[in-house]
């Protein structure tokens, strides 16, 4: 029984798109008088073609791969680095590494990569490095290494600096100058991250208050992703979620 509900899914589903997308006609014949070939040639022919440029499907791919195979990528960008030792190959490998959560054995080739580069330090290259530096508790080097380098040129750079500048200000107990980062970039940066951390911060500050507006807009901007969207921050929506709930039962 499943079986057939399953076929009949499918042909529903191949008469849709063929509708919709204005496919050649005589795909609809083959549909309806030979509903199982007919509706799979039609998937692999119309259907899935076009699925490999979505973005969403691409996505979910690469996912699938990076959790059937999480050091794929460190074990391409090692082989890379031994048949050529270059900046750009040890930065290929110190990506890879933080990938995985690896930050302290990135830190070395962020180094090198640097040292390795001719001229000014890329300013991309010296944020990663302080980035790695942050998660492995090294804040005082990782401010220090913020503002000896040049401000990146755009404004999304510039933005994600901030973000990890309030970060790190953070974790050394400069809690002031963190939010007044945090509350300048949450209007600009993509993502939910520095709108969460702002909350989190005012939380700690005991500013509920500004804390449930600014967490009712993560919930306002949750609602308009799919779940594919939300899947990449789950933990951090779940966060917000219940601390929203929580906050609005104690008003």
Request: hydrophobic residues 45%; contains cysteine.
């Amino acid at each position: 029984m499943l079986f057939y509900i399953g076929i009949i899914i499918l042909d529903v589903a191949c008469l849709i798109h063929l509708v919709r997308t204005g496919r050649n006609t005589l795909w609809l014949s083959a549909i309806i008088f030979m509903p199982v070939a007919g509706a799979l040639a039609y998937f692999v022919v119309e259907v899935l073609p076009g699925m490999r440029h979505d973005r969403h499907v691409r996505t979910a791919r690469a996912r699938a791969i990076q959790a059937l195979d999480p050091k794929r990528q460190v074990r391409a960008a090692r082989d890379a680095l031994d048949l050529s030792d270059t900046a750009e190959n040890r930065l290929k490998l110190a990506d890879a590494l933080v990938g995985l959560g690896e930050h302290a054995e990135a830190i070395p080739y962020y180094r090198e990569a640097i040292r390795m580069t001719a001229g000014d330090p890329d300013v991309r290259t010296q944020g990663k490095l302080a980035a790695a530096l942050y998660e492995t508790g090294q804040g005082a080097e990782a401010l220090a290494l913020l503002d000896a380098a040049d401000p990146p040129l755009g404004q999304s750079e510039r933005d994600r600096q901030q973000l990890l500048r309030g970060k790190i200000l953070e974790h050394l107990g400069r809690k002031d100058e963190a939010l007044e980062l945090y509350e300048d970039v949450v209007t600009r940066l993509p993502g939910e991250e520095a709108r969460c951390r702002y909350a989190a911060l005012l939380l700690d500050q005991g500013w509920d208050r500004k804390a449930i507006v600014v967490l009712e807009e993560v919930e306002s901007r949750m609602k308009r992703l799919d779940r594919l969207q939300r899947a990449a921050d789950a933990d951090m929506y779940r966060w917000a979620t219940e601390t929203l709930a929580r906050l609005r039962a104690a008003k």
